[in-house]
């Protein structure tokens, strides 16, 4: 398949392809040479989560970085969320490119519980799974987005139809950069950063493609609970967490449904691949070999 455009902040050697998949069309980046690795950003993101992080990684993998259903460049359908669902877009986005597997893959936020749910149903088509710093639906998310035990408030707010978008129209800017710096390193992310990923998800149908992931995240528990209650997952799996986010016994939590899990804790707030790509790209690095 022919690239379409190319984007500025592209790293040299990746192109932006347009692929049919799954009843949609995504926007995929693709570069690098080897093994197939696919890289899944999450919410408030887009494909260029990895920017940082691309150029290492593709002098050993080719590396295949999509813009999520509903986001960014890529069709905003009003359905589809699910997040086994989306592994059937990244199966079809790798049909489409002609990349066979098994191949690795590695996903930040709601990109880590696609990876969850591509690993869970399809699990003869991944090698190697890395989850970032994430909680997992089935596996702690519910407790987690309980804000009567202390869980936060978000979740259910996203997951109410209309009202985020209600409130957050016309206030992009101003809410994702309180977001990213709550959550993030001081000078991690640049203006230019924050005004790329707000006109990501400026206007209502932007914001609604952004929370379709979380509507569908009560019906994602159950689905990874009844798959893994069949079987273990047989890849190993890497679960990096942070201190900030309360995430550093995801390993712990997935013990009893992976035959290989391992956790690490990130010294980073929630951008673990924009904070520190060094430690990022050595530590999955070592994990693939």
Do not use: C
Not at 82 to 96: I, P, S, W, Y
Not at 135 to 151: C, Q, R, S, T, V
């Amino acid at each position: 398949m022919s690239p379409v455009s190319t984007d500025n902040w592209l790293p040299d050697g990746f192109k932006v392809h347009r692929v049919a998949t799954n009843g949609t069309h995504l926007s995929v980046a693709v570069g690098g040479s080897g093994p197939v690795l696919v890289l899944l950003h999450g919410w408030p993101q887009s494909s260029r989560a990895w920017a940082r992080v691309m150029p290492a990684l593709a002098r050993t993998h080719t590396v295949v970085v999509p813009d999520l259903r509903g986001t960014n460049a890529s069709d905003r359908p009003a359905d589809g969320y699910t997040k086994t669902n989306q592994a059937r877009d990244m199966r079809g986005v790798l049909k489409e490119l002609g990349l066979t597997g098994p191949v690795a893959v590695a996903g930040h936020d709601i990109g880590s519980m696609i990876a969850l749910g591509w690993a869970a149903a399809y699990p003869d088509d991944i090698s190697h799974l890395v989850l970032i710093d994430s909680f997992l639906p089935g596996f702690g998310l519910e407790e987690a987005m309980n804000p009567a035990a202390g869980g936060m408030w978000h979740f259910g707010l996203f997951m109410a139809p209309n009202i985020a978008e209600m409130l957050f129209d016309g206030h992009e800017l101003e809410f994702f950069t309180a977001t990213f710096t709550a959550m993030s390193a001081p000078g991690t992310f640049s203006p230019d950063d924050l005004a790329t990923y707000a006109r990501a998800y400026t206007g209502r149908e932007r914001l609604s493609g952004g929370f379709a992931h979380y509507r569908t995240l009560l019906e994602d528990g159950r689905e990874n609970r009844a798959l893994l209650a069949e079987r273990k997952l047989p890849m190993p799996v890497l679960a990096i967490g942070t201190a900030l986010s309360g995430t550093a016994d995801t390993a712990q939590k997935l013990s009893s449904h992976a035959e290989n899990v391992q956790g690490k804790v990130a010294p980073t707030g929630h951008f673990v691949a924009e904070e520190d790509p060094d430690w990022f790209t050595k530590t999955v690095a070592e994990f693939f070999a």
